[in-house]
C-alpha cells in the first residue's frame, strides 16, 4: 500500500513548441509526498513528462517484490509512466495471461500489471483488476491522464483544480504542497456532503467516486467514466426465470445449499488471495462473526501448507466495561483456532490524547473515539513487526447486518427466496405486524444527532426548517418507492446548531436529497417502482455512504496508513460482492417461523437471522458462540469515572467561544448549550457509546482541528 500525488496543467495552456510555459516543479510533488509519507515510508520516485505538463509522484510501502518494485513505473515501448496505490490480486495469473500476449515485464510487483493490461486493453483493462487501488496512469503519445480508484472506495482518491491545473492524491493534505488553499464548503457542510456524496468539507476539493475513474485528455476534456456498480435482481417472481445454471434442475434445499457453498467458496477464495504478501501479515479480531470469519478461513488455509501455521491476532479490549468489552469472547475464538493473540487496552485518556491525531488524518469530522482506538491498534500491529492486516469490513453492507436495514426488509415481499430456495416466507399481514413490532423497539444504530428536543427554546424559524425536513424526508421516500431514510441521517445536526448566517444561507439541513442525488437515476426508477428490493436499495444506499465514505476512510485506510499498515478487507472482492448481490433477500435477513398467536391461530410470530448465509457459509471456521452471537453497534466504551473524565476535560478547554466564533459555522449558543450539558453529565448510550452531546461535541472538534492544521480561510 503506497501514496500517489499527481499534477496536471491543461494541454491548451500557453504553450511554445513541446514546452510548457507552466512547468510541473519537481519540489512541489516532493513537498506533497512528504505530507503523505506516512502512506509509505520505504521509497519515493518521481516522474514529470518533458513538456513539463503531467507530474507523477509515489511513496511506496514495499509488501510484493520489495526489492525490485520501484514506482514511477514506465513501459518506455509505448510511452506510459504509472503510479498505483493499493493491492492487486491475482497479478501473477495476469502476468502470464499478457506475457502469452506478447506483453514484457520488469519486474515482479502486483502494480506492473497496470502498465500490461492498459498496453493490451486501453481502457478496458478495469474488469481485470482485483483488489483495493488507486492509480494515475500517464500515456505520452495520447497526451492522456487516466486517474482511477477501486470498485468500493477503500482507497481514497481526491482532486481538485487549483492555479490553473488539476491535482490528484489520496490525501487531502498532499494538496498543501502544491499551494492549495483551504476553504470550507459551507453547502456541503450544512448538508453532509462529506457522508452523503462525493464532496467534502473543503471547498472545490472532491472524492473520486468508487468505481470510476477520471481521464484528461489532449483536447482538455474531462471525462467521469462510471466502469463498475452494484447490480441487483429483479423483485418480481418472474426473477426465478432468469436464474441460469444448475440451481434450475435442483430441489429448493440443493439450491440453498449449493448458494451456501458458493458464498463459501468465494470468501476463502477472497482470503487466499490478500493472503500473498512478502511481508508479515496478521489479522483483526474483534468478537462478532466478520472479523472471526477471516481469521478462521485464513488459518485453515495457511494450515493447508504449514500444519503448525499460527495467525497473529490484535484486538481492541474495554474490561473496564465488561458489558460491551468483545474481548473474552475474540479471546475464546482465538483460542479456537490456535491464534496467537494481541489484546490491546487503551484507556480513555490514550483514546482522547490520539484524538485530534486522527481527525488530522481522516480529514473529515468525526463522531466518536472509534478511529483513535484504531490508530493505537494499528499502531500496536505495526511495533510488532507486521505491515498487512486482514479486516472484517464490508460483511454488513452485503449481507445486510445492520439493524436500521430491517424495516426495509419488512416492507417488501421477497418474491424469489419461497420459490427458489424454499424459505418460509411472512404473509403481508405478518410482515406488517413484525414492521410494526421493530419501529416501536430503539434503534440501535448510531444514535441520533439531529434531534431537537433541546432546543425547544429556538426561534420560530424551528418549526419551520421542522417541516420542511419532513418534506424533503417524504419527497425522499416517494422518488425512493418508501425507502427508509438513509442511517448517516442520524448524524446531521439540527439547522439551529449553526450560525443564523449558515443556516439563511444554505439551510435547512437536508441530508435526504445529498443521498438521493447520489443515486444513479436508473436505480431510483427501480426503486419507485417496486422492481428492485427495498433492503437491496438500502444496502446500495449504505455501500456508498457509510461505508465509502465513513467506515473505509474514518476506521479504515487513514486509521491504518498513518502507522504505515495495509488493510486488506476479504469481503470487499468483487466476484463475491456480486453473487452476494444477486441472492434474495431472505437468504441474507432469514425468516425463520415460531408458532402461531393466540389471538390469531391462522398466523404465526416470526424472528430474523441477520447474514444467515454468512453464518451457514463460514460455521465451519468459527466457535458455535460466535456463529449465534447477533451482530451488534461496535462502539469504543468507556468507564464512568469520578469527576471531569478525560474526554469531558479535554472539551472544555479546546472548545471555546473565540475558537468557534472563528470557524464561522457553529452557533456558540447552541454548542455553550452542548458543552455545559456535556460536563455536567456524560450519559452512555444502550449501545455503549457516547451520548449524543459527547458526539456533537466532537464533531465541533474536528473542524477547529481541521482550520488549525489545514489553515482554512475563514
Excluded at 346 to 351: F, R, Y
Aim: hydrophobic fraction near 35%; include cysteine.
Amino acid at each position: 500500500m503506497c501514496g500517489i500525488s499527481v499534477v496536471c496543467y491543461p494541454f491548451t495552456r500557453s504553450s511554445s513548441g513541446n514546452q510548457h510555459a507552466e512547468r510541473v516543479k519537481v519540489e512541489e510533488i516532493e513537498q506533497s509526498l512528504e505530507l503523505i509519507k506516512h502512506r509509505g515510508p520505504d521509497e519515493r520516485g518521481t516522474y514529470v513528462s518533458p513538456d513539463g505538463r503531467v507530474g507523477l509522484g509515489h511513496v511506496r510501502l514495499s509488501i510484493i517484490d520489495v526489492p525490485g518494485g520501484h514506482q514511477p513505473m514506465s513501459d518506455d515501448l509505448n510511452g506510459v509512466h504509472c503510479v498505483v496505490a493499493g493491492e492487486l490480486y491475482d497479478y501473477a495469473e495476469l502476468r502470464a495471461h499478457l506475457e502469452a500476449k506478447g506483453v514484457q515485464f520488469k519486474t515482479d510487483s502486483d502494480s506492473e500489471v497496470v502498465l500490461g493490461l492498459y498496453a493490451h486493453y486501453g481502457l478496458d483493462l478495469f474488469p481485470y483488476l482485483r483488489g483495493e487501488f488507486t492509480f494515475a496512469l500517464y500515456d505520452l503519445k495520447r497526451g492522456r491522464l487516466v486517474v482511477a480508484r477501486d470498485r468500493f472506495g477503500i482507497k481514497p482518491l481526491y482532486y481538485t483544480m487549483s492555479q490553473g491545473r488539476w491535482i490528484f492524491a489520496n490525501e487531502i493534505k498532499a494538496f498543501l504542497g502544491y499551494g492549495w488553499k483551504a476553504k470550507w464548503d459551507r453547502d456541503s457542510i450544512m448538508h453532509l456532503g462529506e457522508f452523503g456524496d462525493q464532496r467534502t468539507v473543503f471547498q472545490g476539493v472532491s472524492k473520486l467516486a468508487p468505481g470510476h475513474c477520471i481521464i484528461l485528455d489532449r483536447g482538455d476534456r474531462f471525462r467521469m467514466v462510471s466502469y463498475w456498480d452494484h447490480s441487483f435482481p429483479s423483485n418480481s417472481e418472474a426473477a426465478t426465470n432468469l436464474q441460469t445454471g444448475s440451481e434450475q434442475n435442483q430441489s429448493p434445499r440443493d439450491a440453498l445449499d449449493n448458494a451456501i457453498n458458493t458464498v463459501r467458496q468465494l470468501l476463502v477464495d477472497s482470503v487466499r488471495s490478500r493472503l500473498r504478501s512478502d511481508v508479515p501479515l496478521a489479522v483483526y479480531l474483534s468478537g462478532g462473526l466478520d472479523s472471526a470469519s477471516i481469521a478462521g478461513i485464513a488459518t485453515h488455509l495457511l494450515r493447508e501448507k504449514d500444519p503448525q501455521a499460527k495467525v497473529d491476532v490484535f484486538t481492541l479490549g474495554f474490561p473496564e466495561k465488561p458489558e460491551f468489552d468483545e474481548g473474552p469472547r475474540a479471546s475464546r475464538m482465538a483460542a479456537h483456532i490456535g491464534a496467537t493473540m494481541h489484546l490491546v487496552e487503551p484507556t480513555e485518556k490514550e483514546l482522547v490524547d490520539e484524538l485530534e491525531t486522527v481527525i488530522y488524518h481522516c480529514e473529515a469530522p468525526v463522531y466518536s473515539l472509534t478511529a483513535a482506538g484504531k490508530l493505537i491498534l494499528s499502531r500496536t500491529v505495526r511495533r510488532e513487526g507486521f505491515k498487512v492486516v486482514l479486516t472484517g469490513e464490508g460483511s454488513d453492507e452485503i449481507f445486510a447486518g445492520y439493524n436500521f436495514v430491517m424495516a426495509d426488509f419488512l416492507r417488501q415481499e421477497d418474491h424469489v427466496a419461497g420459490r427458489m430456495f424454499g424459505i418460509p416466507i411472512p404473509t403481508t399481514q405478518e410482515r406488517t405486524e413484525a414492521l410494526a413490532a421493530f419501529q416501536s423497539q430503539q434503534r440501535q444504530d448510531l444514535g441520533s444527532l439531529s434531534s431537537v428536543s433541546d432546543f425547544d427554546d429556538a426561534s420560530s424559524v424551528h418549526n419551520g426548517d421542522r417541516h420542511k425536513r419532513i418534506s424533503a424526508q417524504a419527497l425522499y421516500e416517494t422518488n425512493l418507492g418508501g425507502l427508509m431514510p438513509p442511517s448517516i441521517a442520524t448524524l446531521a445536526l439540527p439547522s439551529e446548531f449553526y450560525t443564523p448566517q449558515m443556516s439563511d444561507t444554505y439551510g435547512p439541513t437536508d441530508v435526504y436529497s445529498t443521498v438521493a442525488e447520489n443515486i444513479p437515476p436508473g436505480l431510483r426508477a427501480r426503486l419507485a417502482s417496486g422492481d428492485c428490493h427495498a433492503l437491496h436499495g438500502q444496502l446500495y444506499v449504505t455501500h456508498k455512504s457509510v461505508l465509502a465514505n465513513g467506515i473505509l476512510n474514518l476506521v479504515g485506510d487513514r486509521t491504518e496508513m498513518v502507522n504505515s499498515i495495509e488493510g486488506r478487507p476479504p469481503f470487499l472482492d468483487h466476484k463475491l460482492v456480486e453473487y452476494v448481490n444477486s441472492l434474495a433477500p431472505s437468504v441474507k435477513i432469514r425468516p425463520f417461523q415460531l408458532d402461531s398467536t393466540t389471538e390469531s391461530p391462522s398466523r404465526s410470530k416470526w424472528t430474523f437471522t441477520e447474514k444467515w448465509i454468512l453464518r451457514e457459509a463460514v460455521k465451519p471456521f468459527i466457535t458455535p458462540e460466535i456463529y449465534s452471537t447477533k451482530k451488534s453497534q461496535y462502539n469504543v466504551s468507556l468507564p464512568s469515572p469520578k469527576g471531569l473524565s478525560p474526554l469531558q476535560r479535554h472539551m472544555q478547554s479546546r472548545i471555546t467561544r473565540k475558537a468557534v466564533e472563528m470557524l464561522g459555522i457553529f452557533s456558540w449558543e447552541a454548542v455553550e448549550r452542548t458543552l455545559r450539558a456535556f460536563l455536567e453529565r456524560r450519559r452512555e448510550e444502550a449501545d455503549g457509546g457516547l451520548d449524543r452531546n459527547g458526539r456533537r461535541l466532537i464533531y465541533v472538534l474536528s473542524f477547529l482541528v481541521l482550520r488549525e492544521r489545514f489553515g482554512v480561510e475563514v
